[in-house]
């Protein structure tokens, strides 16, 4: 099994990245709805796609673990992805039965909820922009295996992914080629003793190349080049901290609350827009804390009975420790806790359909 990395200071830099991406993909959606794709792009570069790769690269850098074994922290990722996520879906296939704007069938539904959408429905899927769930789960899968294989497995699934990026032009895979590499190499970067700030501008050189070749990752090297220096912001900064921590929540709903508030108020004017992103941040935060709070009366009632006791009271939830903001990277693979036990914060992004010189892309 591969070393563990040391333990490592707080940095408020990765929290306000993740911020800023938070708000380029809302930004990039909310433009999309509008029908005003010429405010999605700056300078050639579109902003939701720039977004996107913010987080996978979060993500990557943050599923370092010092403390847990791979199955442990593969299963606490599982944990803090798919509950929210199943939330999340059920509202838009609710939405897609009643207004009937898209059709599905079951399988579509099983699919989608296992997590795996993105591969079996790639131009179907009812809520688009959850696409990356698929993408990073398959990630966490890789850096499972890579604990078990002794840190083996990570060069040989970038090396698959670089080949079958040049390879096929598959929508599920040229989402899932562009930001697992970018993940995997933010992987490597978060096992460094330190100098992160150089293991992301390494990043960024590296996807600068790839660029050359492919344009598709232009976004990634800008991506990696904002963590560069955000990585050398250490220290906390709370209101950072505390937006961080819906940051999953956020972008799971975030699509259902802009076509609500769309609906609702139309599109025409900007105050959607803002409705949307009250009522995004509110979700999120009722999402989050209702979810804490029924693991924490899980694990309070599982704890009674390995304990013998058969009572069906369970201890409230304020005295079971559910802070999943205090473990490394999404605890469920939800790149969306604000600060690891370390003081590493992790992160999530999210997605809309685009177009692009290889077909349609995820942005």
């Not at 969306?336 to 370390?342: G, N, Q, R, V």
Request: proline share 5%; hydrophobic share 50%; net charge positive.
């Amino acid at each position: 099994m591969s070393a563990s990395p040391p333990a490592r200071r707080p940095m408020a830099g990765l929290d306000a990245a993740r911020l800023l991406a938070l708000a380029a993909v809302f930004y990039s959606h909310a433009c999309s709805l509008m029908e005003r794709d010429d405010l999605r792009t700056v300078a050639g570069y579109w902003v939701g796609r720039v977004g996107t790769a913010v987080f996978f690269l979060l993500s990557g850098f943050l599923a370092v673990s010092a403390v847990r074994t791979p199955g442990a922290a593969l299963r606490k990722r599982l944990v803090r992805i798919y509950p929210a996520f199943w939330v999340a879906l059920g509202l838009s296939f609710t939405a897609a039965a009643f207004t009937g704007y898209k059709s599905f069938d079951a399988w579509q539904v099983v699919s989608q909820f296992a997590g795996t959408g993105l591969f079996t429905h790639p131009d179907s899927l009812v809520g688009v922009h959850t696409w990356f769930v698929s993408a990073l789960l398959l990630m966490y899968v890789v850096v499972y295996l890579d604990g078990l294989a002794g840190g083996r497995a990570v060069p040989a699934a970038a090396a698959a992914l670089l080949g079958l990026h040049f390879l096929s032009h598959s929508v599920a895979l040229t989402a899932t080629t562009t930001h697992g590499l970018l993940f995997l190499a933010a992987y490597a970067v978060g096992k460094l003793p330190g100098s992160y700030w150089l293991g992301f501008a390494a990043v960024a050189v590296l996807s600068a190349g790839l660029a050359a070749i492919d344009p598709l990752f232009r976004h990634g090297t800008v991506a990696a080049a904002v963590l560069s220096v955000a990585s050398l912001w250490a220290g906390r900064c709370r209101p950072a901290r505390w937006f961080a921590g819906y940051a999953y929540e956020w972008f799971l709903l975030h699509g259902v609350c802009l076509h609500a508030a769309a609906y609702a108020f139309g599109r025409e004017s900007w105050f959607f827009v803002v409705s949307a992103a009250v009522g995004t941040l509110a979700s999120a935060v009722l999402l989050r804390h209702g979810l804490d709070r029924i693991g924490g009366r899980l694990k309070g009632l599982a704890k009674r009975r390995e304990n013998g006791d058969d009572t069906s009271t369970s201890l409230p939830a304020a005295m079971v420790e559910t802070d999943l903001n205090q473990k490394p990277l999404p605890d469920g693979p939800s790149p969306c806790s604000a600060s690891s036990a370390t003081g590493r914060p992790s992160a999530t992004g999210l997605p809309a359909a685009t177009s692009s010189p290889r077909g349609r892309h995820w942005a």
